[in-house]
Antibody, heavy 124, light 110 residues
Framework: EVQLVESGGGLVKPGGSLRLSCAAS????????MTWVRQAPGKGLEWVSTISSSGSYIFYADSVKGRFTISRDNAKKSLYLQMNSLRAEDTAMYYCASEYCTADSCLVWRFDYWGQGTLVTVSS | NFMLTQPHSVSESPGKTVTISCTRN????????VQWYQQRPGSVPTTVIYEDNQRPSGVPDRFSGSLDSSSNSASLTISGLKTEDEADYYC?????????FGTGTKVTVL
């Protein structure tokens, strides 16, 4: 069974830091491009950051560039998001998601597996 | 980067058809594949359409996708509406580096 399990969320003061983790199992994590997507309470989906399977390619949304760092440890089958200089507007549920892959190819433009999310609340 | 704008909400009766638009504000809608995700309350998103008009296995053929170059938009059509279709729907594109999500549409089945 495929599982993506996020952890590390919580309540943090503005300007603070958090490190989110996403533990993968049930699929070949090392070959998948992974992405963080967030959703503020009652709001829509927002792309945050993407990292290629090897970690060679990394992209960030303008809203988090310079403050967030995505990384992965393929040996541990884990994805991370280091969040610094947090702001109230970063309050959201943070999901990790994979691209869609078949035995022959991967479609980086399509999300497939999603975790259940971890809630980050930035408030004084 | 570009933006994808969707109507805030649509509603219709069971058995009817609804169409949700996703309008791209810059660049051609055909330049990048459009995906559509369904998010039921309290659940994570699932794919209902990928690559403009392809349906994943398990998604009923009541769901269909299309592009309209004249309005520079993509559309998701749900025919034979069922109560289980009540959800938020998001379009999404990938431009080679960034993913862009639409603003989202709440579908209510009356």
């Amino acid at each position: 069974e495929v599982q993506l399990v996020e952890s590390g969320g919580g309540l943090v003061k503005p300007g603070g830091s958090l490190r989110l983790s996403c533990a993968a199992s049930g699929f070949s994590f090392t070959t998948y491009t992974m992405t963080w997507v967030r959703q503020a309470p009652g709001k829509g989906l927002e792309w945050v950051s993407t990292i290629s399977s090897s970690g060679s390619y990394i992209f960030y949304a303008d809203s988090v560039k310079g403050r967030f760092t995505i990384s992965r440890d393929n040996a541990k089958k884990s994805l991370y998001l280091q969040m610094n200089s947090l702001r109230a507007e970063d309050t959201a549920m943070y999901y990790c998601a994979s691209e869609y892959c078949t035995a022959d190819s991967c479609l980086v433009w399509r999300f497939d597996y999603w975790g259940q999310g971890t809630l980050v609340t930035v408030s004084s | 980067n570009f933006m994808l704008t969707q109507p805030h909400s649509v509603s219709e009766s069971p058995g009817k058809t609804v169409t949700i638009s996703c309008t791209r504000n810059s660049g051609s809608i055909a330049a990048n594949y459009v995906q559509w995700y369904q998010q039921r309350p309290g659940s994570v998103p699932t794919t209902v359409i990928y690559e403009d008009n392809q349906r994943p296995s398990g998604v009923p053929d009541r769901f269909s996708g299309s592009l309209d170059s004249s309005s520079n938009s993509a559309s998701l059509t749900i025919s034979g509406l069922k109560t289980e279709d009540e959800a938020d729907y998001y379009c999404q594109c990938y431009d080679g580096s960034d993913h862009v999500f639409g603003t989202g549409t709440k579908v209510t089945v009356l």
